[in-house]
């Protein structure tokens, strides 16, 4: 009796399950459609990597893909312009098929144009897959607006190897603080951000023209020297030698600013924009001339070197042994070992800080800078020569070594070159030096 119950509760129940299991399908009808084929795939992509273009440029892109069980139809390309809100197609690209083995995939190269914008404007570009199912996939990149052309100004030439109140002559260094993108940024982080976004400097050229010749380009640097580019302000001191030959005439400097920009034509080839600044004309002076060689000589006796053993380059005295220290230019200070050494005595301490005299010897080429030697041309190797060669010591002094000493670190310069070395015991030994100067 019990089983039999419980059978007819169980057929009683079976039409409420029915009932029950018919409702829950309804209702996952309603919240469920199962959508075929598959969505398209992307695989890796080359996408814009720049974090900045400029207006017109041509940026080119790759797009690797595959289709699932819908066949591919387009390729749409859309792009957003800040402040705009709203995309924009600019490309639709039918699909053909182009597999790549290398890739392993379908892929396309995009040429996409940079838009016109406010500067610094955030800029996405959508790269959209579609099927022909209407199933679409997405890949995005995004820059911000720059500036294509860089600025350049010029601010007032100082001569660096002559004091300013002279007028430089030919093999003068003179400079040119160049000042590029003036008030520029290289990176923004917003539109409001303060500052114009620029495309990085690439190379700042010079060019020449001399009198009524041609003009032709003189030298050509990359911005920075080294390092990493950059599109923010930066001043260049560019310094260049007046050419030989150019006294008496106009000398004309023009700078020319580049960044680079990728162009359609050739085909996606860098070119560059420019800007370009003419410096006011330089009309370099003649060289000073030295007067004729005139002959000192050093004397080392003793163990202390003795009354003539220094001597003073402003006076051309030999100063003696109880002399004032910066008075002794040049001295004979030591013959030990066969050696002898000059060195310039003057003291580099007190108030004001004095100034002692420095030396700089040729190693090679002296002969030929003594015997054509000029004010200028001898001021002109010392100050661009190292710091590390300009000297108060010159050990072992030789025969034939050809010196231009700087007096006290005015602007006063002399050459010498020496003429003996006459040794008369262990300890004493005399040196003859030719010496021009003023």
């Known amino acids: 009796m019990i089983f039999s119950k419980l059978s007819r509760a169980a057929v009683l129940l079976l039409p409420a399950l029915a009932v029950l299991a018919s409702s829950c399908e309804k209702e996952l009808d309603t919240y469920y459609t199962e959508v075929s084929p598959q969505l398209p795939t992307f695989s890796t992509n080359a996408l814009g990597t720049a974090t900045k273009y400029a207006p017109g440029e041509i940026v080119q892109f790759e797009l690797r893909f595959a289709e699932q069980t819908a066949p591919l139809s387009e390729i749409r390309i859309l792009q957003k312009v800040e402040p705009g809100r709203d995309s924009t197609l600019v490309q ?33 570009v959508d790269a959209v897959l579609v099927s022909q199912n209407g199933q679409t996939k997405t890949r995005t990149f995004s820059f911000r607006l720059a500036q294509a052309t860089p600025t350049i100004r010029v601010n007032n030439v100082s001569n660096v ?27 923004a982080t917003a539109i409001t951000s303060t500052g114009t976004l620029f495309k990085d400097l690439d190379s700042l050229i010079t060019y020449v023209k001399v009198g009524s010749g041609d003009e032709r380009r003189f030298a050509r640097q990359r911005v920075p020297v080294a390092g990493t580019q950059s599109g923010a302000a930066t001043t260049v001191n560019v310094d260049l030698t ?7 005439q106009p000398v004309v400097f023009r700078f020319e600013a580049k960044s680079r920009y990728q162009e359609r034509t050739p085909p ?10 003419t410096a006011p004309a330089l009309t370099p002076g003649t060289s000073t001339a030295l007067a004729a060689a005139r ?15 220094a001597y ?3 006076s051309f005295m030999p100063v003696p042994a109880t002399g ?5 230019d040049l001295a004979i200070t030591s013959t030990a070992s066969n050696a002898v050494r000059l060195q310039a005595l003057n003291p580099t301490t007190g108030t004001p800080a004095p100034v002692p005299t ?46 231009i000493a700087r007096v006290r670190g005015l602007d006063q310069y002399v050459i010498f070159t020496v003429a003996g070395i006459n040794r008369t015991s262990p300890t004493d030994a005399a040196v003859t030096l030719a010496v021009k100067a003023l």
């Open 92 to 124: 639709t690209i039918p699909y053909r098929a182009a597999f790549s083995r290398i890739r392993q995939s379908d892929t396309l190269l995009v040429n996409y144009t940079v838009p016109a914008g406010q500067n610094k404007a955030n800029v996405r």
């Open 161 to 187: 190897t002559a004091p300013s109140t002279i007028t430089p002559v030919p093999g003068d260094v003179v400079r040119y603080p160049v000042v590029l993108n003036e008030g520029g940024i290289t990176t």
């Open 242 to 248: 007046l050419p030989p030959g150019s006294s008496g």
């Open 268 to 277: 996606l080839a860098a070119t560059f924009r420019t800007a370009t600044i």
């Open 295 to 309: 002959t000192v000589t050093l004397s080392y006796t003793g163990t202390t070197g003795g009354d003539l053993a």
């Open 312 to 314: 003073d380059l402003t």
């Open 324 to 328: 004032a220290a910066s008075s002794k």
């Open 358 to 403: 420095r030396f700089f010897r040729y190693t090679t080429g002296g002969a030929a800078a003594y015997t054509s030697a000029t004010l200028n041309s001898i001021r002109q190797a010392f100050l661009t020569a190292p710091a590390a060669n300009q000297v108060t010591t010159l050990d072992n002094v030789v025969v034939g070594d050809v010196v």
